[in-house]
């Protein structure tokens, strides 16, 4: 309770301070879920109050009745910039307020993030949200609408309520519900809980609900407020010729590293086993026609090689050979980040390539330190060696960066500011994932742990850094969070790709010419699995977010 009062002093305090010349103020339902005193899931309807206040200075304060918890401000903070790049302003010139107000005993978890969004976006607007919608559903930083839990007791309590559309997220049409049945046995009876499952659609036809599965923020708005954003998709993403020459000239350069040191290598049994490999995936390089596949096939050989050779150097000379392969890494680490701090342009189509060389950079300080905490050798060159050519690929985006146009510029402190809340709401979201993972048998991807590594390496480093571990985590998140509701691959990769040619969209609108976008749609249209979900991801992300620094 006095958390709650201090926040509404500060509120005050800041409602009387500021001289707003414009504020306006929305409600939209939020439903929420309780568990009954026999273990059934009750529906619960709230309100949320979203006020937007200009000008203002970019705060986004969140309050509840009567608790909230800590991971709604990360989602409230996606929700705005979301809202803010779909309804062409800038985020910080606005002051936003969110309250909810409702029933359950804590508000958390980000599955109010849709309701939060259509709030934002319908105040930034100056339009009321269509009376007759709810909806429940995660918003990511490039709009896709990701799954949330008890969704057949809230499409029951916003019936009950007599909403006539329910939003949901897409791929949760199939769904559970918890059934209470009183069960005789020899000491009496007791209330058994059972879960069934259940299709949500026709279930909500026999309440009078039409239940409405969304892929995107994009669809959702366009069920909820009376004049949604304007977007046409641009279906055709092409990749420029100059990009390609350069990532063929990477791809032959990574060759020409694997050939080096398998000439150098194969006395061991360990160094023939990973040649072998090796010679595979160079062959695979040769032979692919996406470009991106083709450099990552040739990176991934020149890497399996020169472990190969470091195997067989340790196994003639010793373990001292190891001091050797370390400093190599952490010159290569030094020469990335300096090259990359003295690159920094706040062009919106220069930091395109900026950030995924900061991401590569990440990637290198993750493993680096992963081998200076281990003490298998087998880990230790690996880790090493991976550190030394990730810092090496951190250096080989910023050749896109020289071939792409000039663009828009921005405004520094409006980069960093858009940086934090990026990095800030990655950081809540993956503590939201891992509270739910606890509670099931589901495990994380290995990926999530390299992602989680590389958020904590970018903590006090310069908001490049920040901005490509918040983007990284946020798309790999994403993806274990659809696996944690059992959504099909084919639907996960659907909906990040209907949003990502929404967002290419809007930033063709704008004049941008994001290249490296370009590569990572490429990749996605020619992967399958995760790969092609985490590729999507990142060019709808790039894609939506530079769209909103534009």
Not at 146 to 174: H, L, Q
Not at 195 to 223: C, F, M, R, S, W
Not at 418 to 444: C, E, H
């Amino acid at each position: 309770m006095r958390g709650i009062l201090l926040f509404l002093a500060l509120s005050s305090a800041v409602l009387a301070a500021q001289c707003y010349t414009n504020v306006t103020k929305v409600t939209v339902p939020v439903i929420g879920v309780s568990i009954g005193p026999t273990g059934e899931e009750r529906g619960v309807v709230g309100k949320l109050e979203v006020t937007v206040a200009y000008p203002g200075e970019g705060n986004v304060y969140v309050s509840s009745e009567p608790l909230t918890q800590v991971d709604t401000q990360g989602v409230a903070r996606i929700a705005v910039i979301v809202a803010s790049v779909l309804a062409h302003k800038d985020w910080t010139q606005y002051d936003f307020f969110f309250k909810f107000i409702t029933p359950s005993t804590i508000v958390g978890g980000p599955s109010a993030g849709v309701a939060m969004t259509v709030a934002a976006y319908a105040a930034l607007t100056n339009q009321q949200p269509k009376p007759d919608v709810a909806g429940t559903g995660t918003v990511g930083p490039d709009g896709v609408v990701g799954p949330v839990g008890g969704i057949y007791a809230k499409m029951v309590a916003a019936a009950k309520a007599g909403y006539k559309i329910f939003v949901i997220p897409k791929g949760e049409e199939i769904t559970t519900k918890r059934v209470v049945e009183t069960v005789s046995t020899p000491f009496g009876f007791v209330q058994d809980v059972r879960v069934v499952q259940v299709n949500v659609t026709e279930e909500g036809a026999k309440l009078g609900i039409k239940v409405v599965p969304v892929p995107t923020v994009y669809d959702a708005l366009g069920l909820w407020v009376p004049s949604p954003p304007r977007v046409e998709p641009l279906e055709n993403i092409e990749l420029p010729e100059a990009v390609r020459q350069i990532m063929y000239k990477w791809r032959e350069s990574y060759l020409s590293e694997y050939e080096k040191y398998s000439r150098a290598a194969g006395y061991s049994f360990q160094a023939r086993a990973l040649l072998a490999r090796a010679s595979e995936l160079a062959r695979m390089s040769e032979a692919a026609e996406d470009p991106y596949q083709s450099v990552n096939y040739a990176f991934t050989a020149a890497i399996l090689a020169e472990e190969a050779y470091w195997y067989d150097r340790v196994a003639a000379e010793g373990f001292k050979v190891l001091i050797d392969l370390s400093n190599q890494a952490e010159n290569a680490i030094r020469n990335a980040n300096i090259t990359i701090m003295n690159s920094i342009a706040y062009d919106v189509n220069k930091l395109d390539a900026l950030i995924t060389a900061a991401s590569r950079a990440l990637k290198s300080y993750y493993y680096y330190n992963k081998a200076l905490n281990s003490t298998s050798i087998n880990d230790i060159i690996n880790y090493l060696v991976f550190a030394k050519y990730y810092a090496r690929a951190a250096l080989t985006w910023l050749d896109i960066a020289e071939v792409e146009p000039k663009g828009p510029a921005v405004a520094p402190d409006r980069f960093k500011r858009n940086a934090l809340a990026i990095y800030s709401a990655a950081g809540g979201v993956l503590a939201y994932y891992l509270a739910l993972a606890s509670q099931t048998v589901s495990l994380p991807t290995p990926e999530l742990a390299v992602a989680a590594g590389m958020y904590k390496e970018a903590n006090n480093m310069p908001f490049i850094y920040r901005m490509a571990a918040g983007l990284y985590l946020s798309a790999i998140t994403a993806y274990t969070l659809h696996l944690n509701y059992n959504i099909s691959p084919d639907i996960m990769i659907e909906k990040v790709m209907r949003a990502l040619h929404y967002n290419a969209g809007l930033a063709s609108s704008l004049g941008l010419q994001l290249y490296v976008a370009a590569v990572y749609y490429h990749a996605a249209a020619s992967s399958t699995g995760e790969e092609a979900f985490l590729f999507a991801e990142l060019a709808s992300m790039h894609y939506l977010l530079l769209s909103q620094l534009a």
